[in-house]
């Protein structure tokens, strides 16, 4: 991981400007995640888009016709071209690590959507680049930026509830994600690893075994991985956490297509409990209900919810946060470090379900 004396980039000064349109940065991977991070970082009013990438040139030049900069199909030749200080990585997850290395090895600093990588081979050799380079990295743990969930920390750190026993989170979505995904990857990396690393967070023990089961039914018979996973987390100092995640829930559970805005999000929990007290999260629904014709409507209203036609929420707190640790030379609140540990305990769980048993940690 870079060291805490990561230079920021020659000629910004030490605070973002509102006058200010110095900050040059890029995309690679212009899906819903590339999209949704270039929108958002090109609604700073310090930063401006000037690349981005991605193999189905069409998709890249959309979002640079929605956010500025010019359309690539070669990662390589866009860093040559354009010369970012910032690059945001949102390839799909396999495939983080060949950009990622490039980015570094350009001296830009990295913004990778998690998991930070699918192996820790590539973890490493995405943050050992960082290293070298002694440039930034964060891990898109979007969680780490919603007020809710920051409050949790909040509690924690001031020792509300005594000693952390145990949690129990779930994220459990619809059955059109994973069609969207159609098999590249398991509800493990893609939805668990949310509630790892905020659970690791919460309570930074140590992982010292992990037990999983994996559970199948129509997303096994279409792709081949599980509807549906249960990951069981013991710690070093004998707390116990839960993880139930899934992308099976009937097509009903979000299949609305009006009003504008009003995406679609899953059935979220997080249950800490400790020796003097407990703290409870319910995102199910987020504050917001509706029902016409096409039936219950509960929208995400918290991540990235558009207002006044931009993205705000937690996307904008994570996107902001970054920038201004890259100006600032400071360490991200999600280095790589963290996205190795979060991806480890996330590949036990795989392990697991393919061995039938406890994992224990390291890997």
């Known amino acids: 991981m ?54 189905d040139l069409p998709r890249a030049e ?34 983080h690590c060949r950009p990622a290395i490039l980015a570094a090895e ?17 973890a490493d050799e995405i943050t050992d680049a ?13 969680l780490r930026f919603e007020p809710c969930y920051a409050q949790i920390q909040s509690a924690l750190d001031q020792g509300m509830i005594g000693r952390f026993l145990s949690a129990y989170a779930r994220r459990d979505v619809a059955i059109h994600e994973a069609r969207r995904l159609a098999g590249r990857i398991s509800p493990i990396l893609y939805l668990a ?37 249960w990951i069981t987390m013991d710690f070093a100092d004998g707390a116990v956490a839960n993880v139930e995640c899934g992308w099976a829930y009937p097509e009903a559970w979000a299949n609305w297509s009006w009003p504008s805005g009003w995406g ?26 509706g029902c016409d014709p096409e039936g219950w409507k509960f929208p995400e209203s918290r991540h990235w919810p558009e207002m006044h036609g931009r993205p705000s929420g937690a996307v904008h707190l994570e996107v902001e946060h970054f920038f201004d640790c ?19 305990v996330a590949l036990a769980a795989e392990r697991s379900i393919t061995e039938g048993g406890p994992v224990a940690l390291p890997l």
């Open 2 to 55: 870079a060291s805490s004396g990561a230079r920021p980039c020659a000629g910004w000064p030490e605070r973002p400007d509102s006058q200010m349109d110095d900050i040059r940065f890029a995309v690679i991977g212009a899906g819903f995640m590339g999209r949704l991070l270039a929108r958002t970082a090109s609604s700073l009013p310090y930063a401006r888009c000037v690349g981005a990438t991605d193999l």
């Open 62 to 95: 959309a979002l640079t016709t929605a956010c500025g900069g010019r359309p690539f199909v070669d990662s390589a030749e866009m860093l040559e071209q354009v010369r970012p200080h910032v690059v945001f990585v949102a390839t799909p997850e396999p495939d």
């Open 106 to 122: 350009h001296g830009c600093h990295l913004f990778i959507e998690k998991p930070l990588a699918t192996s820790l081979e590539d």
């Open 130 to 142: 960082c290293a070298r380079a002694g440039v930034r990295l964060m891990v898109g743990y979007i």
């Open 193 to 229: 690893v949310h509630d790892i690393d905020q659970i690791m967070w919460y309570h930074p023990s140590a992982v010292r075994s992990v037990h999983a089961h994996g559970l199948g039914g129509r997303v096994q018979e279409e792709f081949g991985v599980d509807d549906y996973a």
């Open 264 to 289: 679609s999000f899953g059935d979220v929990q997080m249950h800490i409990v400790g020796t003097d007290g407990v703290l409870n999260l319910d995102m199910t629904p987020m504050g917001v209900t």
């Open 326 to 344: 890259v100006i600032g030379g400071r360490q991200p609140l999600v280095t790589g470090g963290d996205g190795r540990r979060s991806l480890e």
